[in-house]
């Protein structure tokens, strides 16, 4: 086989491959990709002498043996848990009383441990009855799933009194306990074709860390399908690194204090716990979707006089992450007038203007944020993402550019650049922020 022709395979290969399961050969990784692919082609091609070579190289197996290295099985236990924790938090008590058990997918649940996480959250939650699907693209994937055996590698970082609870420990070795196996099943699935069903609908669907790794339409047609799946007023949560979804189809957005999460958006008004705000949800068909807080913030009193700067940021960002903004937003103007000095005043200041959906204020109060404390990374982080919001990308980008460099170990700033740069059509740059902050989330992820 000469170069030219194995150049040609991968090129088909690639647009298989791209066109059956979405992944995305753009960026940095593109590269090492294309390598990947030449020299398993010439292993396969190799092992057939005789046989056409393109029927080989786009033999269905080949394809699959192919995707199954491009593809980044890797997880652990416990990966992003303040989402699940918000999701116990904030969405759990609203369930309660319901006949029918808590349904939850975890799409791309790799080797499953996130599947197994979340059971364990669950039920340290004290939900008792619930069922979780887990899927993922990967046949060997799901089968070491259903296994539920797993390495020291994969329980990194854990907290040591979980591990116990969660699993049986053998020599070098530990199995997932019964309990928790007995709720779960797998199977395999495509993201780009139908979702699976539930009976009503899933309550929680999880895809986190699978969409980054698509190409923008493919990213569409499975957050339609992941919507699809989801109950009436269910949630979908994705990962810290993934494309932000807003304006998606049939999904609200809400901004929580770890990040967004979306809601479908024709169920009823969230019911966050016991003094929730009624709010309204986003147009069905999509539109920016962000949740807004309408209701007067009468439900809390003014902060006890004694109450320290502290004590006060801490309501409001509870208040914040049970989406009522509008006493976030009082006790956040309070902090500032007693001279908070950390910032944290001005960050929920924006974020609670913003999820009252006044983003004019928004983009002000994060202005006199940076203004105030010209060298908090975060605070020119969050002003990027504000001016973004109001789609000022030409005023983001800069100030995006400002947080990289006052921090260059910041993730998130990079993906705020990253989007930023897609935002003015610099694909290269794009591509670039978003390989750096993925790196540098990974890095904080294993570190952990
Ligand atoms: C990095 S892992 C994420 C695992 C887990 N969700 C987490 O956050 O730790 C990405 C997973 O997505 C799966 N995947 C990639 N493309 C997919 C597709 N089109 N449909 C279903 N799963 C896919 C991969 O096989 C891989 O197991």
Request: proline share 6%; with cysteine; aromatic share 4%.
């Amino acid at each position: 086989m000469n170069g030219m022709d194995l150049c040609g395979l991968v090129d088909a290969v690639q647009e298989r491959i791209s066109t059956q399961v979405g992944l995305s050969f753009e960026g940095p990784r593109g590269a090492i990709q294309r390598q990947v692919i030449q020299a398993q082609l010439r292993r396969i091609i190799d092992r057939h002498p005789g046989l056409p070579e393109e029927s080989v190289a786009l033999a269905p197996v080949t394809l699959r043996r192919i995707c199954e290295e491009l593809t980044v099985q890797e997880s652990f236990f416990y990966r992003e848990q303040a989402a699940l924790d918000w999701f116990c938090h904030h969405v759990l008590p609203t369930l309660r009383g319901r006949r029918r058990p808590l349904a939850a997918w975890s799409a791309g649940c790799a080797e499953g441990q996130e599947v197994y996480t979340l059971a364990a959250v669950l039920e340290h939650a004290g939900l008792r009855r619930y069922r979780i699907l887990g899927t993922d693209l990967s046949g060997p994937a799901v089968t070491a799933a259903r296994c539920g055996v797993y390495g020291l590698w994969s329980l990194r970082g854990l907290d040591h009194s979980v591990v116990p609870r969660l699993f049986r420990e053998g020599a070098g070795h530990f199995t997932v306990r019964e309990r928790f196996r007995a709720q779960v099943t797998f199977a395999e699935h495509n993201l780009l074709d139908a979702p699976p069903r539930a009976a009503g609908g899933y309550d929680l669907v999880l895809c986190r860390n699978v969409l980054i790794y698509l190409t923008p339409a493919a990213q569409r047609r499975a957050v339609a399908g992941l919507t699809e799946a989801l109950a009436p007023g269910g949630w979908l949560l994705t990962g810290a690194g993934d494309p932000l979804l807003d304006g998606a189809p049939g999904l609200a957005t809400v901004l929580t204090g770890h990040g967004a999460v979306y809601r479908r958006a024709d169920g009823p008004p969230v019911g966050a716990g016991p003094q929730e705000d009624a709010r309204r949800a986003a147009p069905a068909g999509g539109g920016s979707g962000i949740m807004h807080d309408r209701s007067a913030p009468a439900t809390a009193g003014p902060p006890h006089p004694s109450a320290t700067v502290s004590q006060i940021l801490t309501i409001a960002e509870e208040a914040l992450e049970s989406a009522r903004p509008g006493q976030a937003e009082r006790l956040a103007r309070e902090a500032l007038a007693r001279h908070d000095e950390s910032g944290r005043g001005h960050a929920l200041l924006v974020q609670a203007l913003v999820q009252s959906g006044r983003p004019a204020e928004a983009v002000r109060a994060s202005a006199r944020a940076v203004d105030r404390r010209p060298f908090d990374a975060a605070l020119w982080t969050l002003h990027a993402v504000v001016l973004l919001d109001t789609g000022d990308a030409e005023a983001a980008a800069p100030a995006a550019e400002r947080a990289t460099s006052l921090d260059p170990g910041m993730a998130q700033a990079h993906l705020v650049l990253a989007r930023s740069r897609a935002a003015l059509g610099d694909r290269d740059g794009e591509l670039h922020a978003r390989a750096v902050g993925r790196e540098l989330l990974e890095r904080e992820a294993v570190s952990r």
